[in-house]
């Protein structure tokens, strides 16, 4: 338990860290925010009108809104805990910042996956709960 109370405690630093680089350049911040609204909405505009005009086998309405809901919470999670850390790690080793965090007291695999975190993601991945109980 100990152990996960620091691990917590470190995403926790380094997730206030991400939120404030990301706020330090506003428009790229609202620009990545606007940007998953707009891929959000789009989706669901999609399977509104595909339910609509079509029937998709015996599927609901409310069963393809679950599935969006799973379809945002997983790809969201991805992007919010690992993507800016697998785009940067050939950065890292190339500017020799791999170096720094091998020698780091924790866990290479877990620093790495907590390098990114965009704001917009965790807020698309909260939209995707939402509409997963409102399903």
């Known amino acids: 338990m100990k152990k996960i109370k620091r691990y917590l405690a ?12 990301e706020l330090t350049f506003r428009f790229s911040f609202f620009t990545g925010v606007a940007g998953s609204f707009v891929f959000v909405a789009l989706n669901l505009f999609i399977i509104y009108f595909l339910m609509q005009k079509i029937t998709l ?19 969201y999670s991805f992007f919010f805990f690992f993507w800016r850390g697998l785009i940067w790690i050939p950065r890292n080793i190339r500017d020799g910042r791999f170096d720094y965090s091998l ?19 965790l807020l698309a991945f909260i939209f995707g709960i939402v509409l997963t109980i409102w399903g």
């Open 103 to 121: 020698l780091m007291p924790i866990d290479l695999q877990f620093l790495l996956s907590i390098l990114g975190g965009a704001v917009h993601n």
């Open 10 to 21: 470190i995403y926790w630093v380094y997730f206030r860290v991400s939120l404030v680089r």
């Open 57 to 75: 086998g015996r599927w609901t309405e409310k069963e393809m809104w679950v599935l969006l809901g799973n379809f945002f919470i997983v790809y």
